[in-house]
């Protein structure tokens, strides 16, 4: 008797799913990468419009307000209307995703590449492990 679910994989079949895993990876990794310098680019805008509202907030007018809003493309509705936007740690989490997806293309390549001539009986838990199932 069975207890549980396991599946019964071939040694092709599991390689061959591995080495698509290795591709997405390294295809989402070099995606996010080729977008760092346009998100580079676009959070030197907004603290530009952020030093903007800085000067908006030190006194300006309201025609001076209005002309800076219309400068910036309507990103200043009001002097105080934009929260602070922490460009370091948006930098970070793009960064972190890269490594991420750089560590698991890693991974599975080593997984794909020490597989044995056999048949492989894996869990669900396996199967989620080597995102069979996603």
Same mark, same amino acid.
């Given at each position: 008797m069975?207890?549980?679910?396991?599946?019964r994989?071939?040694? *092709?079949?599991? /390689?061959?799913? $591995?080495?698509? %895993?290795?591709k997405?990876?390294?295809?989402?990794?070099?995606?996010?990468?080729?977008?760092?310098?346009?998100? %580079?680019?676009?959070?030197k805008?907004?603290?530009? !419009?952020?030093?903007l509202?800085? /000067?908006?907030?030190?006194?300006?007018?309201?025609?001076? #307000? +209005?002309?800076? +809003?219309? *400068?910036?493309?309507?990103?200043? !509705?009001?002097?105080?209307?934009?929260? %602070?936007?922490?460009?370091?740690?948006?930098?970070? %989490? $793009?960064?972190?995703?890269?490594?991420?997806?750089?560590?698991a293309?890693?991974?599975? /390549?080593?997984?794909?590449?020490? $597989?044995?001539?056999? !048949?492989?009986?894996? *869990? #669900?838990?396996?199967? +989620? /492990?080597?995102?069979?199932? +996603?």
């Open positions: 069975i207890e549980g679910l396991v599946f994989l071939e040694k *092709t079949e599991l /390689q061959a799913h $591995l080495q698509k %895993r290795v997405y990876h390294n295809d989402k990794a070099d995606m996010k990468e080729k977008e760092l310098p346009a998100l %580079r680019e676009a959070l805008k907004i603290k530009d !419009v952020e030093e509202q800085d /000067q908006a907030r030190s006194g300006l007018s309201a025609d001076s #307000v +209005n002309w800076l +809003n219309d *400068t910036v493309g309507g990103a200043m !509705v009001s002097p105080d209307c934009f929260s %602070r936007i922490d460009g370091k740690e948006i930098l970070n %989490r $793009l960064y972190r995703d890269i490594k991420t997806h750089r560590r293309a890693l991974n599975f /390549q080593f997984f794909q590449s020490h $597989l044995f001539d056999d !048949v492989y009986m894996l *869990t #669900v838990s396996d199967l +989620n /492990q080597i995102e069979f199932l +996603n």
